[in-house]
């Protein structure tokens, strides 16, 4: 999302400086054009997701996958699948 936000206030301000013009006489398709600006700002952003995705996962031992009551407890469990209280 906010990958997004940086490009579109990129182009808005090339678009007020005038140089936005300068691209589209550019033998450039504009759609190559528009890549070429989101491109930087959504790779920045999936590095930005991917470090707090690690940080956390390393400094935080926030699990990333969820842990079933069968690997924990595993009466519990046989008495979930048996049905038994």
Do not use: H, Y
């Amino acid at each position: 999302m906010v990958g997004f936000m940086v490009s579109a206030l990129s182009i808005a301000r090339e678009r007020e400086l005038g140089t936005f013009e300068q691209l589209l006489v550019s033998p450039l398709q504009p759609i190559e054009i528009l890549i070429g600006k989101a491109a930087p700002a959504l790779i920045i952003a999936l590095a930005s997701a991917t470090a707090m995705l690690i940080l956390g996962w390393l400094v935080l031992d926030v699990p990333l996958f969820p842990v079933s009551d069968c690997e924990t407890d595993r009466r519990n469990c046989l008495r979930r699948i048996s049905g038994s209280s």
